[in-house]
């Protein structure tokens, strides 16, 4: 009895009751309850594997979808009306969710406020494409690969209100990132491996959920919101190396941008060079060129290294290759101004 008012004291008798429930309920067996919340091709992967695992009815029994009621449609909303699965919009009400075991969220991009959480008999849990506390935030991926990680991975763990991707760690698995690895490739990659280690969780979740570890306070790095900026190279600060790992990383996002005579200059099909340092102390960073025999722009990096460029994008004309660009623009400038900055 001590140690039952204990509790009470420390946590409030206005939880206590649910702290009961949620002790109780960790022994729970499948067939689960589940409320999905998502929006992504990210999320899909684990909706997919939910909703195999839905119609075979052992593991699951209730499948429902959450996402948000955007202008265009999710790929989330768009997979859950081709399955027939009941489809929720954000915000959803609390009272609907007391009616699952668990809620789980993958790439869902909202905040889950404390009573949402509390309203889930076993709480929620996330699936995270990051091995936490590495990548906290929604562009794990991206600065896994924009970093030259060699690995990266995905977590499952528990839903905290207030601030994302603090909760536990339930489960972890580790991904090895190619050289040849760009954001498409690695995304698929990481959907895939949080599907199957989401699976792994569910047919044993009360004993993962009971041995669930807090993040270490070591190592935490943060991945923020990516926007059009973050493709914008300076060519005085980033290596050879990190211009190609910048556009692995926002490949299918946005192309490499800088300024060329003033004006916006977009960088496609990018890759190494294989020209060596330069001593010649007139050619600085963002030095370009064009190289006859390839038919390709270079342009210096930080290092003295130089990148190739097959294509490039002009503000009012199409895409445009490196010989076309060097015709109409590049061969008219004297050399001293032949510089992206």
């Known amino acids: 009895m001590k140690i039952v008012n204990g509790i ?8 206590f009751s649910q702290y009961l429930h949620h002790i109780n309920n960790h022994d729970v067996k499948p067939p689960w309850k589940i409320m999905f919340y998502g929006t992504d091709d990210f999320s899909v992967a684990s909706l997919n594997a939910l909703c195999n695992e839905y119609r075979r009815g052992s593991l699951i029994n209730q499948l429902e979808v959450v996402t948000a009621q955007k202008v265009k449609i999710s790929p989330v909303m768009k997979y859950a009306a081709k399955e027939n699965l009941v489809i929720h919009s954000w915000p959803v009400n609390p009272s609907e969710c007391k009616r699952f075991h668990i809620g789980i969220v993958v790439s869902f991009g909202y905040l889950i406020p404390e009573n949402i959480i509390q309203s889930f008999s076993m709480g929620m849990i996330n699936v995270h494409a990051s091995l936490l506390p590495r990548w906290r935030g929604a562009a794990p991926i991206i600065y896994a690969l924009a970093n030259g990680d060699k690995e990266t991975g995905v977590t499952i763990m528990n839903i905290k209100p207030r601030k994302y991707d603090i909760g536990e760690i339930i489960s972890q698995a580790t991904v090895k990132i190619l050289p040849e690895d760009r954001l498409p490739q690695l995304l698929t990659k990481l959907a895939t491996a949080g599907a199957n280690e989401l699976l792994k969780v569910l047919k044993d979740l009360s004993n993962y959920l009971k041995h669930a570890k807090a993040q270490p306070q070591e190592g935490v790095t943060f991945a923020p ?3 059009s900026k973050n493709a914008i190279v300076t060519w005085t600060k980033l290596s050879s190396t990190s211009v190609i790992n910048l556009d692995k990383a926002l490949t299918g996002l946005y192309p490499l ?22 001593s010649d102390g007139e050619i600085f960073p963002g030095t370009i060129r064009y190289c006859k025999e390839s038919q390709i722009i270079e342009i210096q990096c930080a290092d003295g290294k130089w990148i190739r460029v097959k294509h490039v994008g002009v503000p009012g004309k199409k895409m445009m290759t490196a010989t076309d660009f060097n015709n109409g623009f590049l061969s008219k400038k004297l050399k001293h101004l032949r510089i992206c900055r």
């Open 257 to 278: 941008m800088t300024t060329f005579s003033d004006s916006p200059l977009k960088l496609y099909n990018v890759s190494t060079s294989a020209s060596g340092n330069v």
């Open 8 to 15: 009470k004291k420390l946590i409030g008798n206005k939880h």
């Open 225 to 227: 919101k990516i926007t």
